[in-house]
């Protein structure tokens, strides 16, 4: 049974029709195109999905995208883009955070949640909440200093 939702993504107002079961990430990829929160795991574990719901780092591959109803969802496409890259992007490029960069998306925005939240984290408090976001390639020193990069 499909439902009609409307919701703010990337700060533009939309509606859009969805099945019962259709997830958030599918939602966000196939109906408006937006492919930064890749489909890994399935199963909330990666993080290669994460977007920002009302200021809250999520796994879209486990929501479902009519829960959207109301709601304020942020994807890396929403954050910046070639023209306009946000600091928090331009610090990933600068400490060398970006390998192959199917993780990146994700750890940015899990990265924005947290620096809406606390501006001035520890090490840990960053090591924290990049704890469900995995990486293959760069072992996770360079992503930590991208977060540093961008708070000072």
Do not use: W
């Not at 439902?3 to 099945?19: G, P, Y």
């Not at 306009?84 to 331009?90: I, Y």
């Not at 400490?95 to 949640?113: E, H, L, N, S, W």
């Amino acid at each position: 049974m499909a439902a009609l939702i409307s919701f703010t993504l990337n700060n533009n107002s939309v509606t859009v029709e969805v099945e019962a079961k259709e997830l958030l990430v599918d939602m966000l990829r196939d109906r408006f195109g937006l492919t930064g929160a890749k489909k890994a795991c399935g199963t909330g574990d990666c993080g290669a999905c994460t977007v920002v719901v009302d200021g809250e780092a999520v796994r879209s591959c486990i929501l479902l995208a009519a829960s959207m109803e109301g709601k304020a969802v942020l994807t890396i496409e929403g954050l910046g883009d070639a023209e306009n890259v946000h600091p928090l992007q331009q610090a990933f490029v600068d400490a060398g955070a970006v390998q192959c960069g199917y993780c990146t998306p994700g750890m940015i925005m899990t990265a924005k949640a947290l620096l809406d939240k606390n501006p001035n984290p520890t090490t840990d408090e960053i090591k924290d909440a990049l704890a469900g976001n995995l990486c293959r390639c760069t072992g996770y020193i360079k992503i930590i200093d991208a977060v540093k990069r961008a708070i000072g």
